[in-house]
């Protein structure tokens, strides 16, 4: 069974950084394209940075030149750096993984609350 499990959320001031990490268990990450996603109260839950089935990357364009997605696949894990930290950043942050023989499937972690003060 192919797990991810998320780690590094927590509370930072504004202008500051945090870096997300999700290990991948069950399988291998080069097996796919990972992913982040977030989602705020209320709000739905939104792209923030991926790989692409290319093996490029995509970024919301709100983290745009902020937030940088990197992978290590003999950690079999994955990164979100994040930089510049606003409070509209405050979410809860999703890591994602898409086998590239299983695309339209994502797997799914269970979350990691990040937190921005003004």
């Known amino acids: 069974q192919v797990q991810l499990v998320e780690s590094g959320g927590g509370l930072v001031q504004a202008g500051g950084s945090l870096r997300l990490s999700c290990a991948v268990s069950?399988?291998?990450?080069?097996?796919?394209?990972p992913g982040w996603y977030r989602q705020a109260p209320g709000m739905q839950r939104e792209l923030v940075a991926t790989?692409?089935?290319?093996?490029?990357?995509d970024y919301a364009e709100s983290v745009k030149g902020r937030f940088t997605i990197s992978r290590d696949n003999a950690k079999n894990t994955v990164y979100l750096q994040m930089n510049s930290l606003k409070p509209e950043d405050t979410a809860v942050y999703y890591c994602?993984?898409?086998?590239?023989?299983?695309?339209?499937?994502?797997?799914w972690g269970q979350g990691t609350q990040v937190t921005v003060s003004s």
């Open positions: 790989y692409t089935n290319i093996g490029s990357t």
């Open positions: 069950g399988s291998q990450l080069m097996l796919g394209a």
């Open positions: 994602t993984l898409r086998f590239y023989t299983d695309y339209a499937r994502p797997i």
